[in-house]
């Protein structure tokens, strides 16, 4: 049925509108003799699908991108589509007819933001015009056939009033914070994937001064800190076709030194460019901000001095008290079973002892899941002090 329908689409010079096509697809439904197998039940369903596959470039998945409940949709072969919606991850009722089918859906995403994908190279990792983040990879390396991955992000800018209102975060805790941003306190957040990171990085960000200069430094653009008014954003770039033209994280941390930051954001580490981000935080750039994949505070520490000897060869010790110098809070999220993302940990990076870290726990989770406040004070006090919040924390 989808063939002859677009074979008829072909032969009109100027492209039908949507009612008319959908009057043809249920013209041609009814003149084949194969409706008569079909459970009545099923003819809506059977119509709507050919309709969604011809009416626009994004076919099935058209309904999924235009739901503004449906956060992530993921795409696991050609027969299996779940999407994430309303903080639940749900199977959706639909399926390509053939790996080849989602396979040119991956190409078009890809072509959209002008990548290419193939056999010799399987894999896009890309960011829409939208804003939408897509991954999509090929059947020559996933064992369940093509699969496709699109994080959406809401058009709504997630603020921390928003984020009180969920339950992710105390109002208490949300006023120290900020303060803490306010004051020029280098911060990192970690946390698993899909635990907000990046919707937390962007509301705490909002806290800036607007007339502070901000370089913000991302692999594929997701910050949108409109309350900044003398910003610049930087986004990394694949090599080309040729293997060439490739701008990593590192290059565009060095290249931020000499713009003038008052503050550095850098999206998410992941890898040799923690060295970079280290450096730019132990060099005058108070109030920088970072994220990272860890599961624990103490854990994201441990995959920081990983990736910092990615690229150094220098002891553990001068590693740990680079990172120790650095770094002044820890913030760590979590995604429960539920889908509700929440903050669970806040602590003081108060200094290297030789040893270990020296960290000060200033929140903490109890055993209902409630954030409370400990009765640890905040160390370093000098610039807390220095912005009028001495009554804080």
């Known amino acids: 049925m989808c063939s002859i329908a677009r074979k008829w689409l072909t032969e009109h010079e100027d492209r039908p509108g949507n009612e008319e096509l959908m009057r043809y697809l249920e013209d041609a439904f009814f003149d084949n003799t194969c409706f008569r197998k079909v459970e009545i039940s099923s003819i809506r369903t059977i119509i709507d699908s050919v309709y969604s596959r011809l009416s626009n470039k994004y076919g099935i998945l058209y309904g999924l991108l235009n739901d503004g409940d449906v956060n992530e949709i993921m795409v696991n072969g050609p027969y299996t589509i779940y999407a994430e ?68 992000f809401s058009e709504h800018d997630i603020d921390m009033n928003d984020l009180i209102s969920y339950g992710s975060i105390s109002r208490e805790c949300a006023e120290d914070l900020c303060s803490l941003v306010k004051s020029g306190y280098n911060i990192f957040i970690s ?24 370089i913000i430094i991302e692999d594929s653009a997701e910050l949108r800190i409109n309350s900044l008014r003398n910003k610049v954003h930087m986004e990394c770039r694949m090599a080309n076709s ?19 930051p008052d503050r550095i954001i850098v999206g998410e580490v992941r890898g040799r460019e923690v060295v970079d981000m280290i450096q730019a935080m132990n060099t005058g750039h108070e109030g920088s901000m970072s994220t990272g994949h860890g599961n624990s505070i103490k854990g994201m520490l441990n995959r920081l001095e990983t990736m910092y000897m990615m690229d150094a060869q220098i002891p553990v010790y001068s590693i740990k008290s680079q990172i120790a110098n650095a770094i002044d809070i820890f913030i760590h999220l979590r995604r429960d079973s539920d889908g509700l993302r929440k903050l669970v940990e806040v602590a003081e990076l108060a200094g290297f002892d030789g040893n270990d870290y020296v960290l000060n726990y200033l929140y903490t989770t109890d055993g209902t899941g409630r954030l409370k406040r400990t009765n640890n004070a905040l160390k370093d006090r000098s610039r807390l002090i220095r912005a009028g919040y001495e009554g804080r924390l």
Request: glycine letters at 8%; a positive charge; proline letters at 5%.
């Open 85 to 152: 919606k309303n903080r639940r991850v749900i199977p959706i009722d639909d399926a390509f007819t053939s790996e080849e089918e989602l396979e040119e859906t991956i190409r078009m995403f890809a072509s959209d933001v002008h990548r290419e994908i193939n056999e010799a190279n399987p894999i896009v990792d890309a960011r829409l015009p939208n804003g939408y983040r897509v991954n999509g990879v090929l059947k020559n390396v996933a064992l369940n056939g093509p699969i496709l991955t699109i994080r959406k």
């Open 191 to 214: 946390g698993g994937t899909s635990s907000g990171k990046t919707t937390f990085l962007n509301a705490l960000a909002a806290s800036i001064d607007p007339n502070e200069r901000a």
């Open 242 to 260: 040729m293997g060439k033209g490739a701008i990593s994280m590192e290059h565009l941390i060095r290249t931020s030194l000499r713009m003038r």
